[in-house]
């Protein structure tokens, strides 16, 4: 399914001096389906009342979601966002929690991408859906 070298290490090298880095959110597993990766729940993430902000969550998944689409991309393109819907099922206080992305439709313009988020007693705290737009990436642009 991926069109792409995977490199753990390069991807999150590529992260540096970004929201992803600024967070915490690691890349972690890339499966032959699936991308993984995880989100500290601490003062980086909290809301004030304690609890994972939704936005953390919903960018851990447009994290995996787009590291997904970029992989299953030919390398001329690059993956762009263009929607993302989130429920927020339970909250998260501490820990960490992890994310898998998987490829609800991958064509050759639009990819869709399914992400599930879990806390450290696996439960489920967050599911998010991923629509991402294929586009000419830009010369000089940074990649893995």
């Not at 929201?19 to 995880?38: C, E, F, K, N």
């Not at 979601?65 to 206080?93: C, K, Q």
Request: hydrophobic share 40%; aromatic share 4%; glycine share 8%.
């Amino acid at each position: 399914m991926w069109k792409r070298p995977v490199d753990l290490d390069a991807l999150n090298d590529i992260t540096r001096d970004t929201l992803m880095q600024s967070l915490g959110i690691r890349i972690t597993q890339i499966t032959d389906d699936a991308i993984y990766g995880t989100l500290p729940v601490d003062e980086r993430t909290r809301q004030p009342f304690g609890l994972l902000h939704g936005g953390a969550s919903v960018a851990l998944a447009e994290t995996l979601g787009s590291v997904g689409a970029y992989l299953a991309s030919a390398p001329e393109y690059m993956a762009v966002g263009l929607e993302i819907n989130a429920n927020h099922l339970r909250p998260a206080r501490q820990g960490v929690v992890t994310g898998c992305a998987r490829p609800v439709h991958v064509g050759s313009r639009t990819q869709v991408w399914e992400i599930r988020i879990q806390d450290d007693q696996d439960r489920e705290i967050c599911i998010a859906r991923l629509t991402t737009m294929l586009t000419e990436a830009p010369a000089g642009s940074r990649s893995a």
